[in-house]
């Protein structure tokens, strides 16, 4: 069993929380933030602590907080002083037609899925160094092509691969940077879909279903140990970008 720790940025739902019981099980210490997931965030900890004692910490922040990212930073270095992971997984989503688009909108897409990876993984550079780390940033298959109605979205999404791929570059060789690029895994949970209008999203997808958080964090802990991979983007969408 390792005793290396991972911080992972919105672990209390979805792929964040699925990817938090699969690196625990890897053996790694865990430490997550939340934003206003109280309740999940303290049963995934009080779970994975009862499996192995004090092996799992959790972190609140709200993103659009200016100071969030030092007190995210102020909160890992009282656990430990280096992290072989960083995986920057919160992320905001919803439809912004131009139309209607607003720049507060713009904020926070840009504040969840730009900045504050970025400006993160500069506060917790020292940790990172000190375990010659990897970082690992969660992008969107269709962003890059572009989303209709979410535009805004999608150019924030485009501005953390453009990220991902310099910081590889700026930060090589002690330091790791890759993206993993989701598809299909889970329905929205704000979007009612009827079973036709499930199965016409998955017609655009070769493999013709659905993904798993488990497809996310199975390349996550693959990433971790590929010491020579760096500046990459990992398409998991089941063929979708390929149509």
Sequence with gaps: MTSKFIFLT????????????HFHDEGFNIIFHYNTSDKEANEIKES???IRKDSCFVIQADFNDKSSIERLAEGVAEITDELAVLINNASSFYPT???????????DLMATNATTPLFLTQALLPFLKKAKGCVINISDTLAPS???????YSGAKSALEGITKSLAKELAPDIRVNAISPGAILWPE????TEEQQKERLSKVPLGRIGSPEDISSVAVFLTDA??????VIKVD???SVI
């Design 10 to 21: 919105g672990g209390a739902k979805r792929i964040g929380k699925t990817t938090c019981k």
């Design 48 to 50: 994975l602590n009862s």
């Design 97 to 107: 037609p131009i139309e209607q688009a607003s720049q507060n909108e713009w904020d």
């Design 146 to 152: 572009g989303i209709k109605n979410f535009s805004l």
């Design 190 to 193: 704000d979007e009612d879909l």
């Design 227 to 232: 010491k020579y991979i760096t500046g990459q």
């Design 238 to 240: 089941g063929g979708r």
